[in-house]
């Protein structure tokens, strides 16, 4: 029985699956540090709107800014306000190297606007 060429057809076989191994961990760790980053951006964002004198402007900026190095496409901030609740919405895409999975992430962070009062408004 001829063995020749049979560690050839063994490793054809199996290449490919370890490529699309390599290719899904690769994947799955752009989309992890894209979650990770579109949520400190969103949790920056709203303690920058939240805080005296915060606006639109300066969350967006301060969500730009924390997104600025990572590899993120079509980065959007959405703000808005509901009874005295104040909410960010980070949405950004991580890069893809499997065509076909998911490569959108999202985070809402909500809290509290801040109101200072003064000792003559308490009394």
Known sequence: MDKAGT???????????LLTMIMLVTHVGFL???NLTVSDAADTALESYTSLGG??????????????GAP???LSVSLWQDKGEAFVRVRANSPSILPGL???VEHVASGPIEEFITEAERQ
């Open 7 to 17: 560690s050839t057809l063994e490793f054809s076989l199996v290449y490919g699956l």
């Open 32 to 34: 992890y540090n894209a």
């Open 102 to 104: 998911p490569v959108a």
């Open 55 to 68: 606006t639109k402007a300066t969350a967006r900026t301060a969500a730009e800014f924390i997104a600025n």
């Open 72 to 74: 993120l496409k079509d």
